[in-house]
């Protein structure tokens, strides 16, 4: 790889900008000064630095984020805030995308990634990754919303959800619960409980598959996911 598309694939401007920076004699390759932006560097094997800084080449960006409600899951939005929007520039500089989607007005954990390969064997129905979410529920949600849940609802288009299973938390005139579903169909979880007449006043994704929600994290906060967390989300079944 030429060393000025390295170093613009890490962050560090656009090619003419990376000119500039090579210009400076800023760049180093195995302790080697570079001005040349031809010049090919093997992005595993070499070493690179910019001011005397180690740069790491990696391909791929994993980020763990906390969705608040208002945001979109997309990329561009021609009227609302997405989240891509709240990522920095050095983020959204690699491209990432949602991984799946949440609504608008949902909150909790969203993967935003570059990955395709990742994305896609966490979005196909014939993985059944599990998704827990937490919910505050407008209506006495009981026991037999639990077993109808598990045998699997049908949905206001005909459609019959696969089996999902139903903790309840309080249960009362805002009952609050916890739903794990395999399947991700268009406001799953809220039309699930319509179908049981009850209504979805407050939601939020706790995980995805082996991935946990940070708690740490404030709505509108993302970090990069911990090599622990990666090896649990690319392991093979």
Not at 56 to 79: C, F, R
Not at 167 to 185: A, D, H, N, Q, R
Not at 187 to 216: I, N
Request: charged share 30%.
């Amino acid at each position: 790889m030429r060393i000025d598309k390295f170093l613009s694939n890490m962050g560090f401007g656009s090619r003419k900008e990376v000119k500039v920076l090579l210009k400076s004699k800023a760049v180093e390759v195995n302790g080697t000064m570079v001005k040349d932006p031809k010049i090919h560097v093997n992005e595993t094997a070499d070493t690179v630095s910019v001011d005397g800084e180690p740069v790491q080449y990696k391909k791929h960006i994993y980020l763990m984020m906390n969705k608040p409600q208002g945001v979109v899951s997309a990329t561009e939005d021609n009227y609302d805030q997405t989240v891509v929007d709240l990522l920095g520039e050095q983020e959204r500089h690699f491209g990432p995308f949602p991984v799946g989607r949440l609504d608008k007005d949902t909150e909790g954990l969203l993967l935003l990634t570059n990955d395709g390969q990742l994305a896609h064997e966490l979005l196909s129905p014939k993985k059944h990754v599990d998704k827990t979410y937490f919910a505050k529920i407008n209506g006495i949600v009981t026991d037999e919303d639990g077993e109808s849940f598990r045998s699997g609802v049908m949905l206001d288009d005909g459609y019959v959800t696969k089996p999902a299973q139903l903790k309840i938390l309080v249960s009362g005139p805002m009952s609050e619960i916890e739903l794990t579903i395999t399947e991700g169909k268009f406001h799953q979880v809220k039309r699930m409980f319509q179908s049981v007449g009850k209504e979805v006043v407050y939601l939020k994704r706790l995980s995805m598959g082996p991935l946990q929600l940070d708690q740490k994290l404030g709505l509108g906060q993302y970090r990069p996911l911990t090599e622990q967390e990666l090896e649990l989300l690319t392991r093979k079944k």
